[in-house]
């Protein structure tokens, strides 16, 4: 009978003193190695419980395992079948038997099509535009050259990293978002031996500090949608999908697919694109009258054209307050004066209706079954705008 478990390779270290991880397959007195394509330093395997162990400051550990106990599960399978069909269990039949290695591209753009074309079947357009802004920037960084994955490893993170932030001038905020998206592409790369995830750990992100986000209370809401737009369609048009989006908290990708089938009861049944979190959102005046406005289909207009028009709205309504706003630069803090309806965006609305939830003291479950949070650690930024909000309405009084 064969037996299997996961081990280090003790003759198999990297020069960045990582050690291969292995499936050993022992048939009677004879023992094989199978690679899993996957390296760790040996003070971060667990050979006991034959998994790698949580590393520092890192979730990847949880990758790497998923991706050794698949390899090990796959060889254990064909083992057992053989045994079951009364078949001869040697190390060529199950070399025979183990799935062809998947041909992908060794260069950056032809696997990074590929990680794109998986990506456009779970996500929405929202998410999948992140990723052809990083592949652009990425070529833009490189002046057009392609190259093999190979080069994608520190040295190249952190020199595109600074790029962003000296060449293209970004703040922290932009940065961060597509370093992320980077590591999301780099860990696609992991399933096919082409990067070790554990490097992951080493590659910070920049310092993360609070930036200027502001959201609409009842009054700026209820000041945008009396506003009369009659005698500017479009105007109108964008006024109401962005008031939509602070009565009912949803993204503007789920906005735009909202359909009638998905309202019972006056209540918003909706299943979000974006994290497939069932939503439940009664309607209110606002989302009432303007689904019952446009017949239950609302008008569709790109988010880079509302994010452009909304603040052509808010200036005519009179959201013209000045704001502080404050961003970082690499270690470096920027404080400038701007007006509230130059920092409208789609996404204000749905941190808008948050907002208002909580200051209406709303509980916190209830405002999750309504907008899909899943934890309690990103509603701390709602709750500072709504704290801020009610000591100016406090000073004002």
Same mark, same amino acid.
């Given at each position: 009978?064969? #037996?299997? @478990?996961?081990?280090?390779?003790?003759?198999?270290?990297?020069?960045?003193?990582?050690? +291969?991880?292995?499936? $050993?397959?022992?048939?009677?007195?004879?023992?094989?190695?199978? &690679?899993? +394509?996957?390296?760790?330093?040996?003070?971060?395997?667990?050979?006991?419980?034959?998994?790698?162990?949580?590393?520092?400051?890192?979730?990847?550990?949880?990758?790497?395992?998923?991706?050794?106990?698949?390899?090990?599960?796959?060889?254990?399978?064909?083992?057992? $079948?053989?045994?079951?069909?009364?078949?001869?269990?040697?190390?060529?039949?199950?070399?025979?038997?183990?799935? %062809?290695?998947? @041909?992908?591209?060794?260069?950056?753009?032809?696997l990074f099509d590929k990680?794109?074309?998986?990506? &456009?079947?779970?996500?929405?357009?929202?998410?999948?535009?992140?990723?052809?802004?990083?592949?652009?920037?990425?070529?833009?960084?490189?002046?057009?050259?392609?190259? /093999?994955?190979?080069?994608?490893?520190?040295?190249?993170?952190?020199?595109?990293?600074?790029?962003?932030?000296?060449?293209?001038?970004?703040?922290?905020?932009?940065?961060?978002?597509?370093?992320?998206?980077?590591?999301?592409?780099?860990?696609?790369?992991?399933?096919?031996?082409?990067?070790?995830?554990?490097?992951?750990?080493? !590659?910070? !992100?920049?310092?993360?500090?609070?930036?200027?986000?502001?959201?609409?209370?009842? /009054?700026?809401?209820?000041?945008?949608?009396?506003? /009369?737009?009659?005698?500017?369609?479009?105007?109108?048009?964008?006024?109401?999908?962005?008031?939509?989006?602070?009565? #009912?908290?949803?993204?503007?990708?789920?906005?735009?697919?909202?359909?009638?089938?998905?309202?019972?009861?006056?209540?918003?049944?909706?299943?979000?694109?974006?994290?497939?979190?069932?939503?439940?959102?009664?309607?209110?005046?606002? &989302?009432?009258?303007?689904?019952?406005?446009?017949?239950?289909?609302?008008?569709?207009?790109?988010?880079? @054209?509302?994010?452009?028009?909304?603040?052509?709205?808010?200036?005519?309504?009179?959201?013209?307050?000045?704001?502080?706003?404050? #961003?970082?630069?690499?270690?470096?803090?920027?404080?400038?004066?701007?007006?509230?309806?130059?920092?409208?965006?789609?996404?204000? +609305?749905?941190?808008?209706?948050?907002?208002? !939830?909580?200051?209406?003291?709303?509980?916190? %479950?209830?405002?999750?079954?309504?907008?899909?949070?899943?934890?309690?650690?990103?509603?701390?930024?709602?709750?500072k705008i709504a704290d801020?909000?009610?000591?100016?309405?406090?000073?004002?009084?």
């Amino acid at each position: 009978m064969a #037996t299997t @478990k996961l081990r280090l390779r003790p003759d198999s270290k990297n020069r960045g003193g990582k050690l +291969g991880i292995y499936v $050993q397959v022992c048939i009677k007195s004879d023992v094989k190695l199978f &690679s899993t +394509g996957q390296r760790i330093e040996k003070e971060n395997w667990d050979a006991k419980g034959q998994k790698v162990k949580r590393l520092t400051g890192s979730h990847d550990h949880k990758q790497i395992n998923l991706i050794l106990e698949k390899k090990h599960q796959e060889i254990k399978e064909i083992i057992f $079948q053989k045994e079951v069909n009364g078949e001869e269990v040697s190390f060529d039949s199950i070399t025979d038997e183990l799935k %062809p290695e998947e @041909k992908v591209p060794s260069n950056f753009t032809g696997l990074f099509d590929k990680f794109y074309a998986s990506k &456009s079947m779970e996500y929405g357009n929202g998410t999948t535009k992140s990723y052809r802004v990083l592949k652009n920037q990425i070529l833009e960084f490189r002046k057009g050259r392609d190259f /093999d994955i190979s080069k994608l490893d520190y040295n190249f993170y952190d020199g595109f990293k600074n790029w962003l932030l000296r060449e293209k001038g970004q703040k922290n905020d932009t940065v961060n978002k597509r370093l992320k998206t980077l590591k999301t592409f780099m860990r696609y790369c992991a399933n096919f031996d082409l990067f070790d995830v554990a490097d992951l750990a080493k !590659m910070k !992100m920049l310092e993360s500090k609070p930036s200027t986000k502001i959201a609409l209370n009842e /009054d700026e809401v209820a000041q945008l949608w009396e506003y /009369d737009f009659s005698k500017n369609e479009r105007l109108e048009k964008v006024r109401d999908l962005f008031v939509f989006g602070c009565a #009912t908290g949803l993204r503007e990708s789920d906005i735009q697919n909202l359909k009638k089938a998905n309202i019972k009861d006056e209540t918003i049944y909706f299943n979000a694109i974006k994290t497939s979190t069932d939503l439940e959102i009664p309607l209110n005046k606002y &989302s009432k009258a303007i689904l019952e406005k446009y017949d239950y289909k609302l008008p569709k207009i790109s988010q880079q @054209k509302l994010n452009q028009y909304i603040k052509e709205v808010g200036e005519l309504a009179g959201l013209d307050e000045d704001e502080i706003v404050v #961003t970082f630069q690499g270690g470096k803090r920027y404080e400038e004066t701007a007006k509230r309806y130059s920092l409208l965006a789609s996404h204000v +609305g749905r941190r808008s209706f948050v907002t208002i !939830m909580i200051q209406k003291g709303v509980p916190i %479950p209830v405002i999750q079954s309504m907008t899909g949070h899943k934890d309690l650690a990103s509603f701390q930024r709602y709750i500072k705008i709504a704290d801020r909000d009610r000591k100016l309405a406090m000073a004002k009084w």
